[in-house]
């Protein structure tokens, strides 16, 4: 595996990510809970934001894209 360098946000994301529930055996988050994770700590994320971190942990493939059976979008750690 190559190295990857992170930035804090996409650090903090992974984080809550790995902390969400296990779905299709893997901890997954939806993107309104890590928007309210964030709002928990007391740090202002814009949605745009978010979505770069996101398409950037993407990219770097540190995460997956799934669907929950309500339609909402999942994001899952890449293990």
Avoid: R
Avoid at 13 to 24: A, R
Avoid at 51 to 79: A, C, M, Q, R, T
């Amino acid at each position: 595996m190559s190295y990857k360098k992170l930035t804090e946000l996409e650090n903090q994301v992974l984080k809550i990510i790995s902390n969400g529930d296990d779905y299709e055996e893997t901890p997954t988050e939806c993107f309104e809970n890590i928007m309210d994770a964030f709002s928990g700590l007391g740090l202002n994320l814009s949605k745009n934001q978010l979505k770069g971190v996101l398409g950037s942990l993407y990219k770097k493939d540190l995460i997956w894209l799934g669907e929950f059976p309500n339609g909402l979008i999942s994001y899952h750690l890449n293990n």
